[in-house]
């Protein structure tokens, strides 16, 4: 059924069947017109021809200047057809009438009874002019076609052969001479009876070699057709990779190569709509994530605080309650309520510290400094914890070495990646801070320490806030889980890097910055 409507729509199909219509039309347009109006046009042309040979000769007989024997002087008794001497313009003019038109004359003086023909039958045909003009004709009265004052047209038949004539008959502006011109039509029914049956013959033949013609003609017209179909369908199912490669020139040339540009466009567009709808997706996942972090880190605060909160709440009541009676007792309750308080207050400082900067809020001051300076004012600041850890310190970082970052915030991650150093240190104790230059122009500064190494699944999520590798040792020396967070964050703001890897006599903590001044977007 889908086969049969494709051939009925089928534009080749169309062309050859519409052809084919056009050419029945035709044909049978022109035997009707054979048919109906040949014969009628064939003896209006006749009955023409008759009129001008009447106002011709008519006009040769009203020139003549022998009025007595004009018929004589225009048409010789010793006319021969074989000697050109005998000939006048006359029965010249007739003898042209005769063999372009088929008509015969009798011409015959009624003063001197002088008879001209071309007729081979004289005595027949003067007898029927005789009859014509004095009206006895028995019965052989025809259609008169035209009429005039001095002659009539008719169309007779003659009785004896049954053959169809157009005849004219009558009298010249003289009003001696008589005349009759006759023109054979019987053959002219049969000529388009023939002539039909032969256009019928040239017309089947017409039609049949036109319509395959037709047909592989109209077959290069649809084949470009059906491959620019078939590229919009491949379109519709969002295939691009196909392409018009005709080379005509003419309008499905064009749109070919519409097509094709369309194809471009579309590929472009909807991939542009896939990148814009993955980044749409990507924003959705980032909020989603960024919900979960904030849901995250209000669990995270409110964790971090409560332990501190409860500490401080419940050796505020039993101060309250009287339970430290001795001095000893009552100086261990407050210095844990400000311990505790220091804690919250570190917490909520550092907090707010990474947030402003997660926000964009707190920028970088770049400027150029020497980072041997700050690493040796950090170790210095740290004297007494370092102290207390029994901790060897060593720094390796040339004087001079000159980085483009904010100082301040760069002294805020050394002093991190030390006061975390020292909180993890085992013998041998050893902390080593050193630089390393890179060809691409940064210089990474390294905080290494002795201890133990992090496990490896740990390694990223340490840079998570509240993350803490060992929870009990992270609260025996006060920490918030948000330093290497902190650490992260002013990095990131920097445009540079930060890691942390596992050495083997212990854990090696590093950022990257630039030797030369850079700008940052």
């Not at 070699?209 to 369908?233: D, T």
């Not at 929870?471 to 920097?494: C, D, F, N, P």
């Amino acid at each position: 059924m889908k086969k049969q409507n494709r051939f009925k729509s089928s534009i080749k199909w169309r062309f050859t069947f519409i052809f084919m219509g056009l050419i029945a039309v035709l044909f049978i347009a022109i035997l009707l017109a054979n048919s109906f109006l040949l014969e009628g046009s064939y003896t209006m042309q006749k009955v023409s021809t008759l009129e001008n040979a009447y106002s011709t000769l008519d006009a040769m007989l009203g020139s003549s200047t022998d009025t007595d024997d004009r018929v004589d002087q225009l048409f010789p008794s010793n006319y021969d057809t074989s000697n050109p001497e005998t000939e006048t313009p006359a029965t010249t003019y007739l003898k042209s009438l005769s063999e372009t038109s088929n008509v015969s004359v009798i011409i015959i003086d009624t003063q001197t009874d002088r008879v001209f023909s071309t007729f081979g039958d004289l005595n027949r045909q003067s007898q029927k002019l005789n009859r014509y003009i004095f009206g006895n004709r028995f019965g052989e009265k025809g259609k008169i076609l035209a009429s005039f004052d001095n002659y009539i047209i008719e169309r007779n038949r003659d009785q004896n052969s049954g053959n169809l004539y157009i005849e004219s008959w009558g009298y010249f502006s003289d009003n001696t001479t008589t005349f009759i011109m006759s023109m054979p039509i019987s053959s002219l029914r049969e000529s388009v009876s023939f002539f039909n049956r032969f256009l019928l013959i040239i017309g089947i033949c017409a039609m049949v070699i036109g319509s395959i013609i037709v047909y592989f003609m109209s077959r290069e017209i649809s084949k470009p057709i059906n491959e620019i179909a078939s590229l919009s369908e491949k379109m519709s199912r969002l295939d691009f990779t196909t392409r018009y490669t005709g080379c005509r020139c003419d309008e499905i040339g064009v749109l070919g190569n519409s097509m094709n540009v369309m194809s471009d466009k579309l590929e472009s567009a909807i991939a542009e709509l896939k990148t814009a709808n993955n980044e749409l997706q990507s924003d959705v996942q980032n909020k989603t994530k960024i919900a979960a972090r904030q849901q995250e880190f209000i669990a995270n605060v409110s964790h971090e605080l409560k332990t501190p909160i409860a500490l401080i709440q419940g050796y505020a009541e039993g101060l309250n309650e009287g339970l430290a009676d001795d001095p000893t007792a009552r100086e261990y309750y407050c210095g844990v309520i400000v311990d505790e308080a220091k804690r919250m207050n570190i917490m909520v400082h550092e907090l707010m510290n990474l947030s402003s900067i997660e926000q964009g809020k707190d920028l970088p001051d770049f400027a150029l400094f020497d980072i041997s300076k700050v690493v040796h004012g950090v170790v210095t600041k740290s004297d007494i914890l370092i102290r207390q850890k029994d901790a060897h310190v060593e720094i390796d970082i040339p004087e001079g070495t000159m980085v483009w970052a904010d100082e301040f915030k760069i002294e805020e991650v050394i002093t991190n990646y030390l006061n975390n150093a020292l909180n993890h240190l085992q013998a041998p104790n050893n902390i080593s801070l050193f630089s390393e230059k890179a060809p691409n122009g940064t210089v990474s500064i390294h905080v290494s320490n002795t201890g133990k190494p992090i496990p490896e699944e740990d390694l990223q999520q340490i840079w998570e806030k509240f993350f803490k590798v060992d929870k009990a040792h992270t609260r025996s020396y006060g920490g918030s889980g948000l330093g290497l967070s902190i650490v992260k964050a002013i990095m990131e703001s920097h445009h540079q890097k930060c890691g942390v890897k596992n050495t083997r006599t212990g854990v090696d903590f590093w950022f990257t910055l630039d030797s030369e001044k850079k700008s940052y977007s």
